[in-house]
């Protein structure tokens, strides 16, 4: 075989036994999976990527009479319908018996399940043919949203449905720590859309799972469900002064507070109390789906081993306070929530665990920005960041280390 001169030229190689496939199905997934190698490479904007490409490609093969190249063309019209020249394709007169039937799927089912923490929750939908012996076996479209790096993580198409749901339902029943529910449509697509936006713009994509072979069959899936209502993809408003406030005192009246001796701390240790309740829920802030109630061994590690080294400066007494109050935090969130008593006991320990990491981080400051770097040497010189006089004296007299120009 002689090698592809375009990349066009490659797809048509890749497909060329297309019209052998036995359904409809198998034919979508085929598409979506060499549209996935436009999607991996692709810098930024990967859906508008594969819009470019779908449209250059039928472009390109317009005069193209084989079977094989008039069938993906058919496909890939199929799954990308936004891209131009998309609409005026035709099935070909060698089309096999599955092209009418080609996206031609109806929702059977539409369910969300996750851990109870909040952490992660998967979308699960359902789908058939009309003509389940040519379209092909009734299958599932799934998405894994990550609510802590607000995305959606990974997706998958696969079959048989009933096969997939059964699964799902089992794990979440032998699973105190897991939920499943039926989820509207309409929230569904919602969900999955607005986080798959922001996947789409990832310089580098989650190594594992499918995110890539099957994200176009993922967006011509959703593209069929209802159009969700505007309320389902609000942002969650940011809390007031006077709500944080109400907060932190309440948290400071609880049983959890009391617990870790939170309620009656020296005087000289307020500011310390006060400024570590404040990372907390700051950190909370932080996320694309705020929530400070949202506390889970994985929250707790992005914070104590990642996030306040990166943005916080500590003193001894700040770095001693923090992990007592990320525990009495943890334990009210998770009261106030409801979760299990597992859930409770799964986080603390958790936390527990990750202490001496922190204090080995706090200690060796390798995870400080250079921000948060300059404000440490700021301090442990003795100048105060927030008397702009000796700021100025200090930045003058470390000009040179700081990378400015030699003194005149």
Known sequence: MATPKTPYDAVLAAARDVTKLDCALDAEMLGTALLGSVYAVAEEDRATAIRDFVTGFLAATSRRRTAAATTIRNVFATLVPDAAGAATVKPGTQAPSWSPHLGKVRLTGSYAYGDVYGDQTSYLATFAYDDAEAGGPEHAVVALVDHNIGITKDVFVGGPAERILGQVRQMCADDELTWFRDEDPRRLRGEVARHLVITDELGNLPEEGSLATDRALVGARLALLPTPALAAVEE?????????????????????????????????????????????????????????????????????????????????????????????????????????????????????????????????????????????????????????????AWIEANRQRLGGDEPA
């Open 236 to 392: 969650i408003p940011e809390m007031s002064a006077d709500e944080r406030t109400t907060l932190v005192r309440d948290f400071l009246n609880s049983p959890e507070a009391a617990r870790f001796g939170l309620h009656e701390v020296p005087e000289a240790d307020l500011a310390s109390l006060h400024f570590c309740i404040s990372l907390v829920l700051d950190h909370g802030a932080s996320f694309p789906d705020a929530d400070p109630m949202r506390w889970s061994p994985a929250v707790a590690g992005l914070f104590l081993l990642d996030w306040v080294h990166r943005r916080a400066v500590l003193d001894m007494d700040d770095a001693a306070m923090l992990p007592r109050v990320v525990r009495a935090w943890a334990a009210y969130a998770t009261r106030r929530r409801a979760l299990p008593a597992q859930a409770a006991a799964q986080t603390d320990t958790a936390i527990d665990d990750m202490i001496p990491e922190f204090v080995r981080l706090y200690t060796t400051g390798e995870r400080r920005s250079p921000a948060t770097a300059a404000v440490a040497q700021l301090m442990a010189e003795g100048i105060d960041p927030d008397d702009p006089d000796a700021l100025d």
